[in-house]
């Protein structure tokens, strides 16, 4: 399976931005669509952001305009810039593909909003 490694996250205040990036272990250019997710204490996982190969985007309405999803297919690199960043924003958040399949997850990156 295609494995992932998560970074960027941290602990920012409301209204900071963060770039997180995801990279995998071999070629993304012939991945469809590559997600990005987040679990926030006592939530289930849900999908944020996706990109498919032609560059078409979706974003979840909690997210809808201050976020932004890239890939970069020479870099093996999937990108989430976050700005106006929440306290509802405080998740852990992972990449994969869309749908994520039989792809192991990876351990993610936190991400912390608070003042």
């Known amino acids: 399976q295609v494995q992932f490694v998560e970074s960027g996250g941290g602990l920012v205040q409301p209204g900071g931005f963060l770039r997180l990036s995801c990279a995998a272990s071999?070629?993304?250019?012939?991945?469809?669509?590559m997600g990005w997710y987040r679990q926030a204490p006592g939530k289930q996982r849900e999908r944020v952001a996706y990109?498919?190969?032609?560059?078409?985007?979706n974003y979840a309405d909690s997210v809808k305009g201050r976020v932004t999803i890239s890939r970069d297919n020479a870099k093996n690199t999937v990108y989430l810039q976050m700005n106006s960043l929440t306290p509802e924003d405080t998740a852990v958040y992972y990449c994969?593909?869309?749908?994520?399949?039989?792809?192991?997850w990876g351990q993610g990156t936190q991400v912390t909003v608070s003042s």
């Open positions: 071999r070629s993304i250019f012939n991945i469809a669509t």
């Open positions: 990109i498919t190969r032609g560059g078409n985007t």
């Open positions: 994969n593909t869309v749908p994520d399949g039989s792809n192991w």
